[in-house]
């Protein structure tokens, strides 16, 4: 009995701060960056973002946010 093993798709997008210019997060002089206080309006805002990405199939591993915005990773099952 062969065993298959489940195959994934990659992708990595790049958000400038323009694009989410009503998403609020703080990056410190040491480039570490973080939410802060969000208000629900921007949570919903990067919500949005990432339930188009879930409805075409893709799950969100990771975001890192930069000073000149954030990298996204995402897996898709192929």
């Known amino acids: 009995m062969d065993i298959v093993m489940p195959r994934f798709e ?5 958000h400038t ?6 998403l609020v997060y703080l990056c410190t002089d040491q ?6 206080d ?3 309006d921007q949570i919903d805002a990067f919500q ?3 339930n188009q990405r879930g409805s075409e199939g893709w799950e ?10 954030a990298v996204v990773f995402w ?3 192929i």
Request: hydrophobic share 35%.
């Open 38 to 40: 969000l208000p629900s």
């Open 31 to 36: 480039g570490e960056c973080s939410f802060q």
């Open 17 to 22: 701060t323009e694009e989410f210019s009503q």
């Open 60 to 69: 969100l591993i990771q975001v890192l946010f930069r000073k000149d915005g």
């Open 10 to 14: 990659y992708k990595i997008t790049f």
């Open 75 to 77: 897996k898709k099952l």
């Open 48 to 50: 949005q973002m990432i």
